[in-house]
């Protein structure tokens, strides 16, 4: 059965940086993300990485600030997290999907059939 188990939440200061990890099992992936939820508000699209040729996808707020990889296995996702703002406290969800995704669908969260439980990030001002 296919899992995701994302871990590197905490909390951090203003100005910190954090590294969250989804380590996948039970099969392989076409395109992993991660998306986000504050309290109250929707699930928002964070970042995406697409396995066949490795590229990558970030919403405006967090460009230049979130990078997201993968290991050599392509069975683990990360997302290294700079310059932290209180803005980006939420639960951060690791996603995937069997496929390839095309550009205009990887921040679609119904594009993703697989989800982890997420991993509470709290950045303080």
């Known amino acids: 059965q296919a899992q995701l188990v994302e871990s590197g939440g905490g909390l951090v200061p203003a100005g910190g940086s954090l590294t969250l990890s989804c380590a996948a099992s039970?099969?392989?992936?076409?395109?992993m993300a991660w998306f986000r939820q504050a309290p109250g508000k929707e699930r928002e699209f964070v970042a995406a990485?697409?396995?066949?040729?490795?590229?990558?996808f970030y919403e405006d707020p967090v460009k230049g600030r979130f990078t997201i990889s993968t290991d050599n296995t392509k069975n683990t996702i990360f997302l290294q997290m700079n310059s932290l703002k209180p803005e980006d406290t939420a639960v951060y969800h690791c996603?995937?999907?069997?496929?390839?995704?095309?550009?205009?669908?990887?921040?679609?969260?119904?594009?993703?059939?697989?989800w982890g439980q997420g991993t509470q990030v709290t950045v303080s001002s």
């Open positions: 990485l697409r396995r066949q040729g490795g590229s990558t």
């Open positions: 996603a995937a999907a069997s496929g390839r995704l095309i550009n205009t669908n990887v921040g679609n969260k119904s594009a993703y059939g697989y």
């Open positions: 039970g099969r392989t992936f076409g395109t």
